[in-house]
């Protein structure tokens, strides 16, 4: 298996999980958190689909679809290239409110789709790559594609767990 099948499957685990996750809940239950001051369902998944989309779209030198396409409205956001929900308080988490979650699978699967073309391209001397030097140690490539998948992986596994805590 060379490194972009690998990363293909690290990173194709994520949007079945996504899929089970929101899988019939509405609107309301997306954004309904489940204790004082814990992040929503809707929240994780939209924050794990939004740092993809913003580091990916750093790493290709284009535009994030989160500002090029509807879905800021799709979650009640404007399509403000910085949010990525780092460092949201309660009020922040609050105000992430997506339509459904068909918004949810639907923003993380267009942002999956230009992830894994990405991915395609890469041989393993790509990895070694610095693409972050305002870091010590410099980030290279390899570095930055297993922290995204990670967080991705580590936040879905939240929003199930918080999914659950609905009963």
């Given at each position: 298996m060379d490194v972009s099948d690998l990363l293909i499957e690290a990173y194709g685990r994520i949007p079945p999980l996504v899929e089970a996750a929101v899988d019939g809940l509405d609107a309301d239950a997306l954004a309904t958190p489940p204790g004082p001051g814990a992040n929503t369902v809707g929240w994780l998944v939209w924050h794990l689909a939004r740092v993809q989309d913003h580091h990916v779209a750093e790493l290709l030198d284009e535009d994030q679809l989160w500002v090029t396409g509807d879905w800021a409205a799709r979650f009640g956001l404007e399509a403000d290239p910085?949010?990525?929900?780092?460092?949201?308080?309660?009020?922040e988490v609050a105000a992430v409110r997506p339509d459904g979650p068909e918004a949810c699978t639907g923003y993380l699967g267009?942002?999956?789709?230009?992830?894994?073309?990405?991915?395609?391209?890469?041989?393993?001397?790509?990895?070694?790559?610095?693409?972050?030097?305002?870091?010590?140690?410099?980030?290279?490539l390899g570095v930055r594609l297993v922290s995204v998948a990670d967080d991705s992986l580590q936040h879905v596994g939240q929003a199930a767990y918080a999914r659950g805590l609905r009963g």
């Open positions: 910085g949010n990525t929900g780092y460092g949201h308080d309660a009020e267009a942002v999956q789709e230009r992830t894994e073309a990405y991915l395609r391209t890469l041989s393993g001397g790509d990895l070694d790559r610095v693409v972050d030097d305002r870091w010590d140690p410099p980030v290279t």
